[in-house]
Nanobody, 121 residues
Framework: QVQLVESGGGLVQAGGSLRLSCVASGSIVSINNMGWYRQAPGKQRELVADMPSRGITVYADSVKGRFTISRDNAKNTVYLQMNSLKPEDTAVYYC???????????????WGQGTQVTVSS
């Protein structure tokens, strides 16, 4: 079994910062993409940032220049540093990963359980 476990969410005032972490655990051979999505009440889930093992990191236009995604491949961990937070960043943030499990051909996609980020004005 594979689990993605997020941490680091919370309540912060506008202009503040938070750092989210997501650890992937289980029988993992390799991880391709790791990224963050978010879903605000009444809205669809949207991409925040995605970081492949090789290639170009992608950010949503709304977070460019404020959020930074990074990975520690040795720890199967992805981070999201969020600065200059705005009330419109309020959402549940989900970790996502494409990874290859032991004994399984090809990659599968996994989601974390989500962590709440609330930005007060």
């Amino acid at each position: 079994q594979v689990q993605l476990v997020e941490s680091g969410g919370g309540l912060v005032q506008a202009g503040g910062s938070l750092r989210l972490s997501c650890v992937a655990s289980g029988s993992i051979v390799s991880i391709n993409n790791m990224g963050w999505y978010r879903q605000a009440p009444g809205k669809q889930r949207e991409l925040v940032a995605d970081m492949p093992s090789r290639g170009i990191t992608v950010y949503a236009d709304s977070v460019k220049g404020r959020f930074t995604i990074s990975r520690d491949n040795a720890k199967n961990t992805v981070y999201l540093q969020m600065n200059s937070l705005k009330p419109e960043d309020t959402a549940v943030y989900y970790c996502n990963a494409d990874l290859v499990r032991v004994g399984v051909r090809g990659a599968d996609n996994y989601w974390g359980q989500g962590t709440q980020v609330t930005v007060s004005s």
